[in-house]
T-cell receptor, first 114, second 113 residues
Framework: NAGVTQTPKFQVLKTGQSMTLQCAQD?????MSWYRQDPGMGLRLIHY???????DQGEVPNGYNVSRSTTEDFPLRLLSAAPSQTSVYFC?????????????FGPGTRLTVL | GENVEQHPSTLSVQEGDSAVIKCTYS??????FPWYKQELGKRPQLIID?????GEKKDQRIAVTLNKTAKHFSLHITETQPEDSAVYFC????????????FGDGTTLTVKP
């Protein structure tokens, strides 16, 4: 099992550019989430999905879109990058919506917006 | 929504001493409380968790306690070692909140040899 994988590991964008952060898991997990982590702060939820075809907003969704066409993949799109989106992005998955399932994190994508 | 506060933000202890990190939560419906360890440049990893029907859980040098009435839970690390140095995050999850995780802001623990 590769677990949760993310690409790219690092990315530099210019203001206004768009890009997609990729996330995939091979554990057949229904529940997937995207977080951003800023210095001195915890992980803040951007978007989440409870299963293929179902997505919803988290705490900080503005400027980001997601889709979930398959159980395995959960890409995060930055529509028009802004310096405020400079952060480390983590994708995570867990078995289901029931609390108590362990959440597994990907290795992260470090994004810099100039 | 849920709000989780974590204290202290930084903690420095001597090797062999104990370390305690505390978190409070606001949503009485929260029923699952994991703790994560994140080393520099790495992903968060689960180290211990506790469910709301349990008051304490221990795993070797690590323990977690939960006080549902006061809505706070704590991480206890005994006999600290330099490799315990990392950032520790608490989180609270509720079934009534679509299972979303709310994280504390983290505690940077430094264990001095």
């Amino acid at each position: 099992n590769a677990g949760v994988t993310q690409t790219p590991k690092f990315q530099v964008l210019k203001t206004g550019q768009s890009m997609t952060l990729q996330c995939a898991q091979d554990m057949n997990h229904e529940y997937m989430s995207w977080y951003r982590q800023d210095p001195g702060m915890g992980l803040r939820l951007i978007h989440y999905s409870v299963g293929a075809g179902i997505t919803d907003q988290g705490e900080v969704p503005n400027g980001y879109n997601v889709s979930r066409s398959t159980t395995e993949d959960f890409p995060l799109r930055l529509l028009s990058a802004a310096p405020s989106q400079t952060s480390v992005y983590f994708c995570a998955s867990r078995s289901g919506q029931v609390t108590g399932d362990e959440q597994f994190f990907g290795p992260g994508t470090r994004l810099t917006v100039l | 929504g849920e709000n989780v506060e974590q204290h202290p933000s930084t903690l420095s202890v001597q090797e062999g001493d104990s370390a305690v990190i505390k978190c409070t939560y606001s949503d009485s419906a929260s029923n699952y409380f994991p703790w994560y360890k994140q080393e520099l440049g790495k992903r968060p990893q689960l180290i211990i968790d506790i469910r709301s029907n349990v008051g304490e859980k221990k795993d070797q040098r690590i323990a977690v306690t939960l006080n549902k009435t006061a809505k706070h839970f704590s991480l206890h690390i005994t006999e600290t070692q330099p490799e315990d140095s990392a950032v520790y995050f608490c989180a609270a999850i509720s079934n009534t909140n679509a299972g979303k995780s709310t994280f504390g802001d983290g505690t940077t623990l430094t264990v001095k040899p």
